[in-house]
C-alpha cells in the first residue's frame, strides 16, 4: 500500500528537523557551506514565523510531541500497548496542519495499537474520534445522540476528505455543553 | 455460581461496576474520558477493567497502583456491566489478579483501518456511558 501520509508527513518533518539542526550547529566556513546555511535559515524562520500565525495548531503539535515521546516505549499503558508509531505521529502532525481554518483543534491520546487517536468531544452524546496509524487510511467513527456509525477515508496528505470534515463540523457546529481538555 | 479467589463471584452481574484505570495523561480530560482509553490490546484482543467499587477509594487506588506497576497512576473511569453488554461487547471474570475482568468480543476484521474503525465506535459508546473520570 502506497505511503502517502508517510511520505509527507515523517519525511518533512525530518528534513524540518535536520535544517533546525543545521542552522543551529553548522560550523562550516566555506562559501558553498554557508549559503546552504542561509537558505536553510530563511526555511526555518519561515516555518516559525507561519508556526507563530497559527498558535492553536501549534499547541497541539507540541501536544502531541510530548505524547509520542511518553508512549514510545512498549507497555506505556501498563497493559501491554505497543510503542506509537513514528510515522503515525508525523501524518497526526500533517493532517492537523492540514485542517482549515475555523476548525476547532482536536484533542489528542494514544492507542495501544500505536495509532494516534484525534477527538472532538462536545458531550458524552456528541463526539468525532480519528485514528491515524501509518497508512494513508484513517479510521473514523462517531456518536450524535443516537446516531453512530464508522467508516474509512483516504487521505493525499494535502486536504482532509470532505466526509471528516463533515464528521467533525456536524458535531462540533451546534450544542452548548462543549468538553474539551484543558 | 463459583467464587473466585477474591471473593467475587465468577459471573460478571450486570450491575457490576467496572473500573478502568487512567495511567496515560492523554487519556482523559477533567470532564470526559477519551475513546482511547477503552480500545483493546492488539496482542490479546481484550481491554482490562477491574470490578471496583468507587468506595472505598483507598481499596480503588490499592488495586490501581498494583495495576500501573510503578507509572502514575492519574484516576479511574466506571462503566457498569450492563452497559459493555448493551454496547454488543461482553465482560468476564480473569483473575488473577484479584477482580480482575476483560471486555472481550471487539470486532477484529482483516482491514486494519476498518479494524480500529470498527473499534472506535464500540469504544466511543463505552467512553459515552463512562462520563466524568474520577482522578486521584
Known amino acids: 500500500m502506497p505511503e502517502i501520509v508517510s511520505t509527507l508527513g515523517f519525511g518533512f518533518l525530518a528534513g524540518y528537523a535536520a535544517l533546525n539542526t543545521l542552522v543551529r550547529t553548522s560550523s562550516a566556513v566555506s562559501c558553498e557551506a554557508q549559503s546552504v546555511r542561509d537558505v536553510a535559515r530563511t526555511v526555518v524562520s519561515y516555518g516559525e514565523s507561519s508556526e507563530s500565525l497559527f498558535g492553536d495548531k501549534n499547541t497541539v503539535l507540541s501536544q502531541l510531541w510530548a505524547m509520542f515521546d511518553e508512549c514510545s516505549e512498549p507497555d506505556w499503558d501498563a497493559c501491554g500497548a505497543e510503542p506509537l508509531s513514528g510515522v503515525a505521529a508525523g501524518a497526526a502532525a500533517v493532517f492537523i ?4 481554518s475555523g476548525v476547532p483543534m482536536p484533542e489528542l491520546a494514544p492507542e495501544p495499537n500505536g495509532s494516534i487517536s484525534l477527538d472532538w468531544i462536545q458531550s458524552r452524546h456528541r463526539m468525532f474520534s480519528l485514528s491515524i496509524a501509518s497508512t494513508n487510511r484513517l479510521a473514523y467513527a462517531w456518536m450524535d445522540g443516537t446516531d453512530k456509525g464508522h467508516a474509512v ?6 486536504k482532509i476528505p470532505t466526509r471528516i470534515l463533515e464528521g467533525i463540523q456536524s458535531i462540533t457546529d451546534h450544542g452548548d455543553t462543549r468538553v474539551r481538555a484543558a | 455460581m463459583e467464587t473466585l479467589e477474591s471473593g467475587l463471584p465468577d459471573h460478571v452481574a450486570d450491575d457490576e461496576d467496572l473500573a478502568r484505570f487512567l495511567i496515560q495523561s492523554n487519556q482523559f480530560s477533567i470532564q470526559a474520558v477519551k475513546p482511547a482509553a477503552f480500545m483493546p490490546n492488539p496482542k490479546d484482543r481484550e481491554t482490562s477493567v477491574s470490578r471496583q467499587h468507587r468506595e472505598p477509594s483507598d481499596a480503588l487506588w490499592a488495586i490501581g497502583l498494583k495495576a500501573a506497576g510503578g507509572r502514575t497512576l492519574y ?9 459493555v453488554r448493551n454496547a454488543g461487547l461482553e465482560v ?5 489478579p484479584p477482580c480482575h475482568a476483560v471486555i472481550t468480543g471487539w470486532p477484529w ?4 483501518d476498518m479494524q480500529r474503525a470498527q473499534q472506535k465506535e464500540f469504544a466511543i459508546e463505552l467512553a459515552s456511558a463512562a462520563g466524568k473520570p474520577i482522578l486521584r
Open chain 1, 97 to 100: 496542519r492540514a485542517l482549515p
Open chain 2, 92 to 96: 468476564t471474570a480473569a483473575e488473577p
Open chain 2, 109 to 112: 476484521p482483516e482491514d486494519l
Open chain 1, 153 to 158: 477515508a483516504r487521505f493525499d496528505g494535502t
Open chain 2, 75 to 83: 484516576g479511574a473511569t466506571f462503566v457498569k456491566a450492563q452497559e
